[in-house]
């Protein structure tokens, strides 16, 4: 566990241990839910590479293979004592300018339903 006091900003580093260079991480998503099992009604810093959180703010690494990025905990711990922090990465191979690491933030919209 990690503790933080509300409207503590967190930092956070995802590592990717790997013997292939060409490899490049991608942040997809980032929930902070009360449970470790189920991040439905949860928070979301991060959905589908597109930010959430105003607080969120990715940092430089010198590595493809190293995320780094920080947010605030003031929305994710207003309601709960605790909260869980899931991450869902993707992992690319760097300069795939087609693979979903070089798409970026991907909005889905509902479609319209025709009568």
Do not use: M, W
């Amino acid at each position: 566990p990690y503790y933080v006091n509300i409207n503590q900003s967190l930092f956070l580093q995802a590592y990717l241990h790997s013997s292939d260079p060409n490899l490049v991480l991608f942040l997809h998503t980032c929930v902070a839910s009360p449970t470790s099992h189920n991040t439905t009604g949860g928070y979301a810093i991060i959905k589908n590479g597109c930010v959430r959180d105003p607080t969120y703010a990715a940092y430089y690494s010198p590595h493809r293979h190293i995320l780094r990025f920080k947010y605030n905990a003031f929305q994710s711990l207003r309601s709960n004592p605790v909260v869980y922090l899931q991450c869902e990465l993707v992992v690319c191979r760097a300069y795939d300018y087609s693979s979903r690491c070089y798409q970026g933030c991907v909005r889905r919209y509902k479609r319209e339903a025709n009568s």
